[in-house]
């Protein structure tokens, strides 16, 4: 059993910053990838960064140069730290995570519950 814990979020005025953080726990033997997707009412759920074991990263266009993306490997933690934030950021973030919980097992993809992301105008 894999457990998502996201933490962070909450509202915001334009231009200001915000912290999500992701912790994994459980059962896990190896971690492939870990990011955030986010969710704004009325659309799909949307790449927002990610971070492979290597420590490659990659964003979606409207979040570079504003948002960055980290990974503590000791930790099993992910962050996503959020600056100069705009209205248009609003939405729902997911912690989404690639995973093996045993040597030869498949990965397996996991999300978190999601944490609001308010950016007012």
């Known amino acids: 059993q894999v457990q998502v814990v996201e933490s962070g979020g909450g509202l915001v005025q334009a231009g200001g910053s915000l912290r999500l953080s992701c912790a994994l726990s459980?059962?896990?033997?190896?971690?492939?990838?870990m990011g955030w997707y986010r969710q704004a009412p009325g659309k799909q759920r949307d790449l927002v960064a990610i971070?492979?074991?290597?420590?490659?990263?990659n964003y979606a266009d409207s979040v570079k140069g504003r948002f960055t993306i980290s990974r503590d490997n000791a930790k099993n933690t992910v962050y996503l730290q959020m600056n100069s934030l705009k209205p248009e950021d609003t939405a729902v973030y997911y912690c989404?995570?690639?995973?093996?919980?045993?040597?030869?097992?498949?990965?397996?993809?996991?999300w978190g519950q999601g944490k609001q992301v308010t950016v007012s105008s």
């Open positions: 971070i492979n074991s290597e420590g490659s990263t």
């Open positions: 459980g059962r896990i033997f190896s971690i492939n990838t």
């Open positions: 989404h995570t690639n995973l093996r919980v045993r040597q030869l097992s498949v990965s397996s993809v996991y």
